[in-house]
C-alpha cells in the first residue's frame, strides 16, 4: 500500500494521527502493516503480528471497524463514550516515545501489545481522544463523497472539512454542477 508522503513527513502531524488514517484507509491493513508501520517512524511496530492463520486479520479488521465507526462520529459526547469504550477494553499506560526527528510524544504504552490490531486500537483510540480534547469538536470524518470512503483528520479549515482531498471535493462538485446543468436543459 503506498502510503503518501505528505502524511509520513510533515513534522506538524502527530504520528498517531496520520499512521490511524493510513491505517484505517489501508485496503489489505494484514499485508500494508510492517510497511505503514516503517514508513510512519514506528519500526517496532512492523514486527507485531498479523499472521492471518492466527485470527489476527479478523481482529485487525474488527480494530479498523471499531476505530472507523469514531471518524463516522460527529457528536463529542457519544465520540468520548465510544473511545473511552475502546481505551478501557485494553488499558495500557502511557509513556513518553521519542519520534525519529527527536521530538518527544505522549502515546500508550506499545510494549505490551502482542499484536498489530492492539497497538492500532491502543494508538487510534488515544490519538482520537487527544485529538477532541485539543479541538473540543470532532474534528475528523469519513470522506462525503459518493465513491470513497476514506477516514481522514481535520486539521482547521474555516469550515468543518467533509471531503478526504481536494480530488473527491472536485469531483463531487464536478458532479452536483453536472447534475444540475442537465436538469435546468430538460424540458418540462
Do not use: K, Y
Amino acid at each position: 500500500m503506498p502510503v503518501r508522503a505528505t502524511f509520513a513527513t510533515d513534522p506538524t502531524r502527530p504520528l498517531g494521527l496520520r499512521f490511524l488514517a493510513d491505517a484505517v484507509n489501508a485496503p489489505d491493513l494484514t499485508a500494508a502493516w510492517p510497511q505503514l508501520a516503517t514508513t510512519h517512524g514506528a519500526p517496532e511496530l512492523a514486527q507485531l503480528t498479523t499472521d492471518a492463520h492466527a485470527g489476527d486479520a479478523a481482529t485487525l479488521a474488527s480494530a479498523v471497524a471499531a476505530l472507523r465507526a469514531v471518524f463516522r462520529e460527529q457528536d463529542p459526547h457519544a465520540a468520548a463514550h465510544a473511545l473511552n469504550a475502546l481505551m478501557a477494553s485494553d488499558p495500557a499506560p502511557t509513556a513518553l516515545a521519542e519520534l525519529p526527528d527527536g521530538r518527544w510524544a505522549l502515546r500508550p504504552a506499545l510494549t505490551t501489545a502482542p499484536s498489530a490490531a492492539q497497538a492500532l486500537t491502543r494508538l487510534g483510540a488515544f490519538a482520537l481522544a487527544g485529538w477532541l480534547a485539543e479541538r473540543g469538536r470532532c474534528a475528523w470524518g469519513v470522506c462525503a463523497a459518493a465513491t470513497c470512503n476514506n477516514v481522514f483528520i481535520d486539521e482547521g479549515r474555516r469550515a468543518p472539512q467533509r471531503f478526504c482531498s481536494t480530488t473527491c471535493a472536485t469531483r463531487t462538485r464536478v458532479a452536483q454542477h453536472r447534475a444540475s446543468a442537465t436538469a435546468a436543459n430538460v424540458p418540462q
